[in-house]
């Protein structure tokens, strides 16, 4: 492991009862204000391996408390594995924390009740056109196939997404996002959080895997960790892992092997997104894909890296540039969106909206308002009169244009046809946004039993993977409300291989 993946600040190698998952849940506010452009510290002197103490013995052990890996941990211990979960953070939560749109899934109870038509095949197609067609077939069914099972999932743990809305690359609506209006990723970790505390899954946060170990036949037979508080090893095992450690779009240096404009932009990643996982399967011998692959997001607060939901255009925002103006259809994906966006005067723009986006999304409140974030104004021609542009005429004419093309039913000039609704309910809101390093789509090459895959496409006996980690779902570019969508299946059949492969299913 590279030291970017070890000096992840302040560590207190503890288990975590109900009240270190709740801070994983509710803290994220502490981890969005650190730097996210790379980490400084100082890592204790490592043991030696030999002086390694004992863990404990278990039957999985899931690298990575994030979304993918609680949801592998809470479906493993309930078919009867014991499990214990290994985080390097301060909490848990990893990239799921930042997630703010919702969960992509079709054939659903809620778009059945909203009369929306939708299909596994089109909820497929639309994921691997999203894409740029480079995906894995196979694996975008078996997510889009399970994608309603997923949603029932968590509404038996207790998590609803009862609300349905409309994202970038969606043909239909199928993002569901909490009812309240609140972001998905708190959401779903805080309560993610307390059913694995319910459940007294083992967990340890601060603990940096540093290796994977194997028996004297060559199984997998455990982890090596390292507690940055005592500076001392530990040796935790088992026959079968979980790796869920995320992706690396907080890593800079990785980033730039692949992309080296990307060197000094901004990141919505959480700062222990290091791609500690990938190495750490590739030195078993696991194969990767897709690893070039790297996604921006196109409405990033550049100055705080604080994301602003797909959701929000997906209910109805507009973006308008530096000269007052539309650009695009803002409901093209992230990547193309960020690329018209870059195209611009200065390269950013304005998120542009009503109390109506503004009431049901909290997030608006609760990430940007506080913070001074949140411009707003109680007439189209006063919200201009503060906005950072050439000209308020050219803003309101835009405006009004956007508005009157909706009233009278005339085409959009940018070819927007979805979530067209018109931007009239007083006060007006804006946010100063530009693109930033969102998702990294490439990781560990898995089939769709989760397995790790070596370079001859041979699964690796009693590895598993789940999450950001791994590569070959999304292809060239992720859908808004495909990762979680993608977190939940896989963390869920990763865990049903892993029963069948411990004996247990």
């Not at 288990?15 to 730097?35: E, K, N, P, V």
């Not at 805080?190 to 290796?211: F, S």
């Not at 790297?294 to 308008?320: K, M, N, W």
Request: charged share 20%; glycine share 14%; aromatic share 6%.
């Amino acid at each position: 492991m590279g030291k970017a993946g070890r000096n992840a600040g302040m560590r207190t190698g503890k288990a975590i009862d109900r009240r270190d998952f709740m801070r994983g849940a509710l803290g994220t506010g502490a981890l969005a204000a650190l730097s996210f452009a790379g980490l400084t510290g100082c890592a204790p002197k490592q043991a030696d391996a030999s002086e390694a103490q004992d863990g404990g013995s278990f039957d999985l052990i899931v690298i990575g408390a994030g979304g993918a890996g609680m949801t592998a941990a809470m479906s493993a211990h309930d078919g009867g594995a014991r499990v214990i979960l290994l985080e390097k953070m301060a909490v848990a939560g990893g990239n799921t924390c930042f997630a703010e749109g919702g969960m992509n899934a079709c054939c659903t109870k809620l778009q059945e009740e909203e009369g929306v038509e939708d299909s596994v095949d089109l909820f497929a197609s639309d994921t691997y056109k999203g894409g740029h067609e480079l995906g894995n077939k196979e694996l975008i069914r078996y997510m889009c196939e399970n994608s309603n099972a997923a949603i029932e999932r968590l509404a038996e743990r207790g998590m609803h997404l009862t609300k349905i809305s409309t994202s970038g690359g969606a043909s239909v609506p199928r993002i569901h996002r909490p009812e309240d209006g609140s972001a998905v990723g708190k959401y779903l970790v805080k309560h993610m959080c307390d059913q694995c505390a319910e459940r007294g899954v083992d967990a340890v946060t601060h603990m940096d895997v540093q290796e994977i170990l194997a028996g004297d036949d060559g199984a997998i037979a455990g982890v090596r960790a390292l507690d940055d508080r005592s500076g001392r090893l530990v040796d935790y095992h088992a026959p079968a892992i979980v790796i869920a450690a995320g992706g690396f779009g907080a890593n800079h240096e990785m980033l730039a092997q692949y992309r080296p404009e990307l060197r000094e932009a901004v990141t919505t990643n959480q700062p222990g997104a290091q791609g500690d996982g990938i190495l750490l399967g590739q030195a078993v011998g696991a194969d990767t894909v897709d690893i070039e692959q790297i996604q921006v997001h196109p409405t990033v607060e550049q100055g705080t890296s604080i994301l602003l939901s797909e959701g929000i255009r997906g209910d109805s925002a507009v973006l308008v540039n530096a000269e007052g103006n539309r650009f695009t259809d803002e409901l093209l994906t992230r990547d193309v969106v960020s690329a018209a966006e870059w195209e611009q005067p200065g390269g950013w723009a304005y998120a542009v909206f009503d109390k109506h986006v503004y009431d049901d999304n909290k997030s608006i409140k609760e990430k940007f308002e506080k913070k001074g974030l949140l411009i707003s104004a109680d007439t189209i021609e006063a919200l201009g009169a503060q906005l950072e542009i050439t000209s308020t005429d050219n803003f309101t004419a835009t405006m009004d244009a956007y508005n009157s093309a909706i009233e009278s039913g005339a085409d959009d000039p940018f070819g927007r046809w979805k979530s067209r609704n018109p931007i009239v309910n007083a006060p007006f809101y804006a946010i100063k946004v530009a693109p930033g390093i969102h998702h990294t789509m490439g990781g560990l090459r898995i089939d769709v039993d989760a397995q790790v895959l070596d370079a001859a496409g041979q699964p690796i006996p009693g590895l598993f993977a789940a999450g950001e980690v791994t590569g070959g779902i999304h292809g060239g570019n992720r859908l808004g409300g495909n990762a979680i969508c993608d977190i939940n299946v896989f963390g869920h059949r990763a865990a049903e291989t892993a029963l069948g492969f411990l004996g247990l299913a």
